[in-house]
Nanobody, 122 residues
């Protein structure tokens, strides 16, 4: 089974910044994509940003230009961070690390982290 360990999050003022990171293990899995999702109270879970093994990135239009997903270590395929700048109150949500991972004896499967709370408020 894949384990996703999230760090970061917390409270920020509007216009402020926060950084979320996620480490995936064990390393013998192939992590095709790693993503951040978020879910606000009484709203559907939505994808925020995705990074692929080839380091391609994609963003939800609501965060494009404010959030930046990257690898914290050169060529690391088992970790990612999300730099969140110019935060808005509507960014308040529980943020979840997600991966699509493969290993021969399980095949392709999706895995989720426990979630980390981000609150943007003055």
């Amino acid at each position: 089974q894949v384990q996703l360990v999230e760090s970061g999050g917390g409270l920020a003022q509007p216009g402020g910044s926060l950084r979320l990171c996620c480490d995936a293990s064990p390393s013998y899995f192939t992590f095709h994509t790693m993503s951040w999702y978020r879910q606000a109270p009484e709203k559907r879970r939505e994808v925020v940003a995705t990074i692929t093994r080839a380091h391609g990135t994609d963003y939800n239009d609501a965060v494009r230009g404010r959030f930046f997903i990257s690898r914290p270590r050169y060529n690391a395929e088992d970790a990612m961070c999300l730099q969140m700048d110019n935060l808005k109150p509507e960014d308040t949500a529980m943020y979840y690390c997600h991966t699509k991972a493969y290993v021969t004896w399980i095949g392709d499967r999706e895995y989720w982290g426990q979630g980390t709370q981000v609150t943007v408020s003055s």
